[in-house]
């Protein structure tokens, strides 16, 4: 059988679930099983290449074929408020069979709640049943999320939307493996549209962000970075959280790059340039990857001034020296928090929701980011210094940021305006002597 024929009869005839590429880079789909006990009935296959789940759905296809298996399947017409309570239901199931992260689940089944209210408060979408929606049911939904915020007083937001949609799109995902929905229209389509790409609800308009980013770079000067760091986030009060900004500011690192980063990945140069080796990043489940966005990110040394070097030597110091940690992937940003054993807490790598939760804490009053703004703001405006006070040449700048495309560096990074600048010392700001 062909790779096509093979999807099909996976979703049509054993209710299997879509293709995904999980955190860690690996593939994954799964099959109900009728009486099976463990891990919430289902059966999985995971390999490392997409090509060679083929062989194995095809090996189930087979059995199923001949009666060596049976899959559970339910032919019901489930509303969307219904099909999230029974996915609550499984979610919650998760924390019979010990799973590693109660957190996380508590925030997905709040999160799905939320989604069925906002199904709720429209008539059309809410008593439709799901394997039915299409496109005009899916706008219903987009305005539906926009009536609620607006109802609070809160403006439309592009990230909300964008969240509320992606549970929306776990919850289709959820209803093809346990309802055998095949839908012709989905999520995914619907937010493909060429209006609802123009239409700014699911998609940052690309020059208002950069116009956002220039006004920041014209507010943002170098002595403006010195004050946030020794007043708004100081090492005194907050530690980990200005050794983590710190090095965003002098790095230009992406955010899961830099929480991925090890004691082992801060190099001392043979020639007196000190650098940070980029070989790996954090997922969303709070594990580590070997590889970064793009290719030319992989394995890439990223330059650092001898204040940087310092700083973080004196750092990794003080977590090797600390009793109470126990850190035993030697992250260098950890979460401490977790398994807490006689005192001890084990180090974790940090996940996306905690990292934006916790950003927010430090940028207040004159610090402030406008929506859409977080970490992304320190690597363009590092990009931005090494450019505008020629530190560095475009090349190098787009090589350090792991960027394969230079024009993406010039586009979306490098956001130079018409201010006068003062002149400065390129070695003190290399030294990392100037904020």
Same mark, same amino acid.
């Given at each position: 059988?062909?790779?096509? +024929?093979?999807?099909?009869?996976?979703?049509?005839?054993?209710?299997?679930?879509?293709?995904? =590429?999980?955190?860690?880079?690996?593939?994954?789909?799964?099959?109900? !099983?009728?009486?099976?006990?463990?891990?919430?009935?289902?059966?999985?296959? $995971?390999?490392? *290449?997409?090509?060679? @789940?083929?062989?194995?759905?095809?090996?189930? @296809?087979?059995? %199923?074929?001949?009666?060596?298996?049976?899959?559970?399947? *339910?032919? @019901?017409?489930?509303? #969307?408020?219904?099909?999230?309570?029974?996915?609550?239901?499984?979610?919650?199931?998760?924390?019979?069979?010990?799973?590693?992260?109660?957190?996380?689940?508590?925030?997905?089944?709040?999160?799905?709640?939320?989604?069925?209210?906002?199904?709720? $408060?429209?008539?059309? !979408?809410?008593?439709?049943?799901?394997?039915?929606?299409?496109?005009?049911?899916?706008?219903?939904?987009? @305005?539906?999320?926009?009536?609620?915020?607006?109802?609070?007083?809160?403006?439309?937001?592009?990230?909300?939307?964008?969240?509320?949609?992606?549970?929306?799109?776990?919850?289709?995902?959820?209803?093809?493996?346990?309802?055998? /929905?095949?839908?012709?229209?989905?999520?995914?389509?619907?937010?493909?549209? *060429?209006?609802?790409?123009?239409?700014?609800?699911?998609?940052?308009?690309?020059?208002?962000?950069?116009?956002?980013?220039?006004?920041?770079?014209? $507010?943002?000067?170098?002595? /403006?970075?010195?004050?946030?760091?020794? =007043?708004?986030?100081?090492?005194?009060?907050?530690?980990?959280? %200005?050794?983590?900004?710190?090095?965003?500011?002098?790095?230009?690192?992406?955010?899961?790059?830099?929480?991925?980063?090890?004691?082992?990945?801060?190099?001392?140069?043979?020639?007196?340039?000190?650098?940070? =080796? #980029?070989?790996? =990043?954090?997922?969303?489940?709070?594990?580590?990857?070997?590889?970064?966005?793009?290719?030319?990110?992989?394995?890439?040394?990223?330059?650092?001034? &001898?204040?940087?070097?310092?700083?973080? $030597?004196?750092?990794?110091?003080?977590?090797?020296?600390?009793?109470?940690?126990?850190?035993?992937?030697?992250?260098?940003?950890?979460?401490?928090?977790?398994?807490?054993?006689?005192?001890?807490?084990?180090? &974790?790598?940090?996940?996306?929701?905690?990292?934006?939760?916790?950003?927010?804490?430090?940028?207040?009053?004159?610090?402030?980011?406008?929506?859409? /703004?977080?970490?992304?703001?320190?690597?363009?405006?590092?990009?931005?210094?090494?450019?505008? %006070?020629?530190?560095?040449?475009?090349?190098?700048?787009?090589?350090?940021?792991? %960027?394969?495309?230079?024009?993406?560096?010039?586009?979306?990074?490098?956001?130079?305006?018409?201010?006068?600048?003062?002149?400065?010392?390129?070695?003190?700001?290399?030294? +990392?002597?100037?904020?």
């Amino acid at each position: 059988m062909d790779k096509l +024929n093979i999807e099909r009869d996976w979703y049509e005839k054993l209710s299997g679930s879509q293709i995904t =590429q999980l955190g860690n880079g690996k593939w994954q789909t799964y099959i109900p !099983i009728e009486g099976k006990v463990t891990d919430l009935g289902r059966q999985r296959i $995971t390999v490392i *290449k997409r090509q060679d @789940l083929y062989p194995k759905m095809e090996r189930l @296809l087979n059995m %199923h074929k001949m009666g060596k298996l049976r899959v559970s399947r *339910k032919e @019901l017409n489930h509303t #969307v408020a219904e099909m999230i309570l029974n996915m609550q239901i499984d979610f919650r199931g998760k924390e019979t069979f010990g799973h590693r992260d109660k957190a996380w689940i508590t925030r997905t089944v709040n999160q799905l709640g939320v989604v069925s209210d906002i199904v709720r $408060t429209d008539e059309q !979408i809410a008593r439709k049943p799901f394997k039915e929606w299409g496109y005009s049911d899916y706008d219903a939904f987009r @305005l539906a999320v926009a009536n609620v915020k607006s109802q609070r007083g809160v403006g439309v937001s592009i990230s909300r939307t964008k969240r509320m949609f992606g549970f929306l799109g776990q919850v289709e995902s959820f209803a093809r493996v346990k309802y055998n /929905m095949n839908n012709e229209f989905r999520v995914c389509d619907y937010r493909s549209e *060429k209006y609802i790409q123009q239409s700014g609800f699911l998609r940052v308009d690309s020059k208002a962000r950069r116009i956002k980013l220039k006004k920041l770079m014209h $507010t943002w000067t170098i002595p /403006m970075m010195a004050e946030f760091f020794n =007043q708004q986030c100081t090492y005194e009060e907050f530690p980990l959280w %200005h050794m983590i900004l710190y090095t965003f500011a002098n790095t230009g690192l992406r955010n899961a790059e830099l929480f991925g980063l090890k004691y082992s990945d801060i190099k001392r140069g043979n020639n007196s340039t000190d650098f940070i =080796q #980029v070989n790996g =990043q954090c997922d969303r489940a709070r594990g580590w990857v070997a590889h970064t966005k793009s290719e030319a990110g992989d394995n890439r040394p990223v330059p650092i001034g &001898r204040g940087l070097y310092k700083k973080l $030597t004196n750092w990794i110091e003080q977590l090797k020296n600390n009793p109470l940690i126990h850190n035993p992937d030697e992250i260098l940003f950890p979460h401490a928090m977790g398994n807490t054993n006689f005192g001890i807490q084990t180090c &974790r790598y940090y996940s996306a929701p905690t990292r934006l939760r916790l950003f927010r804490k430090f940028m207040t009053g004159k610090f402030a980011m406008p929506e859409y /703004m977080a970490f992304h703001f320190f690597r363009s405006w590092i990009a931005t210094q090494w450019k505008a %006070h020629e530190i560095w040449n475009e090349y190098d700048i787009g090589v350090y940021m792991g %960027h394969e495309d230079l024009n993406v560096t010039k586009g979306s990074y490098i956001a130079l305006t018409n201010t006068i600048l003062d002149k400065i010392d390129i070695q003190d700001f290399k030294d +990392n002597e100037l904020f």
